[in-house]
């Protein structure tokens, strides 16, 4: 009987390890490299990160080079004080560089790529933990895809197979001629799923997402500019924080 190739063992001597260290190193130079090549760098931080939407940055800016995540080691590539820069004044840019923050080089016009990012507000489905920003209920009576969201002329039934899914979701529905009814008790108008500024559990989110109801919004916000040209570093949403000069 031959030998099944899905009993194979694979030692792991034989298994390509990541190089964490030349990784790092690759990072590093190329961070000092951009300087020297692009006109400016952008430090961005992402609200409600979704790779989807990440990937779509990057389409758009295929002629830019964008580095997300690995604070620390921009940091040092960049430099922390004036000894260390690796361009005059890059330095000002480094305390912005915490938590889901990246870098965008570019050499389009800086007001260009603003406008972008003012612009690229993409809305998404709310994940479990997250506040909701909005309330959503479903109204009594026949169960509609969108729940209300826009008028019954311009809606469809939900699918009578969805039905069980709902009921296992809390949902008080039940069947009548193959019509999903959401039936409660006298005087109660709409099945309340969530209420604004409370935090969504998974069932909540479920719900929302099996409506089509999108609550949270993809963001990046654009923290601080240095122009290779003028060495200059503006700070485009500064907060609370205190930036040297």
Known sequence: MPRSKRARVVHESKTTKKDHKEQTRRLYANIREC?????????FAVDNMRNTYLKDVRTEFA???LFFGKTKVMSVALGSNPETEAAPNVHRVT????GAVGLLFTNRAAESVIEYFENFRPQDFA????????????????????AGEIPAEQDEPVSH??????????????????KVMLELTEGSESYQVCRKGETL??????????FGVTSSEFKVELKAQWTRST???????Q??????A
């Open 63 to 65: 002629d830019s080079r």
């Open 201 to 210: 559990d998974s069932r909540q989110t479920t719900l929302m997402k099996m």
């Open 161 to 178: 197979t969805i039905e069980p899914a709902l009921r296992k979701l809390g949902v008080p529905t039940r069947l009548i001629k193959g």
């Open 95 to 98: 305390p912005f560089l915490t």
């Open 127 to 146: 994940r479990a933990g997250t506040v909701a920003t909005r309330s959503f209920s479903i109204p009594n009576g026949l169960v509609y895809q969108q």
């Open 239 to 244: 907060g609370d924080m205190e930036v040297d």
């Open 231 to 237: 060495n200059e570093v503006k700070i485009l949403e």
């Open 35 to 43: 300087l020297e090549q692009y006109d400016h760098m952008f430090v």
